[in-house]
């Protein structure tokens, strides 16, 4: 199975600071790569999907980069609704895998 | 807009099977892939399987012995059946879309919390 492993596992930031989370694979995924935001009790929500693609209705502070086995997503200027935990998704190879998550707290 | 909702029992006894029902509301399940994933403390979220519209399947090779996804067109409703359950079983269980454009989860139900508990 691909391994996704998240950097930081957890992350603590203000609002207005510009923050970045890394996604590392086990191997090429090439750009098969989404991100989602997740609040508690609430289900995972789409933000990325093809690495870069900003799903509509994701603010435009979002935004995904990277291909091969590196990927980051990063937030430009956190608001008070971003606080939460994010994961990233392969879906090159099955079985479809996650990340770890990154709790993201207020400072 | 389309909206699932998954339903089913909240308490499974060891060994028995855990039955879930998402049902599909606000649209059709005509070219979709319908989808089931668990989330837990100790696992993290892990895919079980899907479900193409056509009735093709695709389940996670570590679950693939005891999971059954099937489909009810008439009702809208697609289902999972998790045979000889466990402790490690209990999660929270999602069902979601998948779609290749954008080729990710874009809708997803609230999720649902199975225990499995003598």
């Known amino acids: 199975d691909v391994q996704l492993t998240q950097s930081p596992s957890f992350l603590s930031a203000s609002v207005g600071d510009r923050v970045t989370i890394t996604c590392r694979t086990t191997r090429d995924i090439s750009f098969y790569l989404a991100w989602y935001q997740q609040k508690p009790g609430k289900a995972p929500s789409l933000l990325i999907s093809a690495a870069s693609r900003l799903q509509s209705g994701v603010p435009s502070r979002f935004s995904g980069s990277g291909s091969g086995t590196e990927f980051t997503l990063t937030i430009s200027s956190l608001q008070p609704e971003d606080f939460a935990t994010y994961y990233c998704?392969?879906?090159?190879?099955?079985?479809?895998?996650f990340g770890q998550g990154t709790r993201l707290d207020i400072k | 807009q389309v909206q699932l909702q998954e339903s089913g029992p909240g308490l499974v006894k060891p060994s028995e099977t855990l039955s879930l029902t998402c049902n599909v509301s606000?649209?059709?399940?005509?070219?979709?892939?319908w989808t089931w994933i668990r989330q837990s403390p100790e696992k993290g979220l892990e895919y079980i399987g899907y479900i193409y519209y056509s009735g093709s399947t695709n389940y996670n090779r570590s679950l693939r012995d005891r999971v059954t996804i099937s489909l009810d067109r008439s009702k809208t409703q697609f289902s999972l059946r998790l045979g000889s359950v466990s402790a490690e079983d209990s999660a929270v269980y999602f069902c979601?879309?998948?779609?290749?454009?954008?080729?990710?989860?874009?809708?997803w139900g609230h999720g649902i919390k199975v225990t499995v508990s003598s």
């Open positions: 606000g649209g059709s399940l005509s070219q979709y892939y």
């Open positions: 998704q392969q879906l090159n190879v099955f079985p479809i895998t």
């Open positions: 979601a879309r998948y779609q290749p454009q954008p080729d990710a989860f874009d809708v």
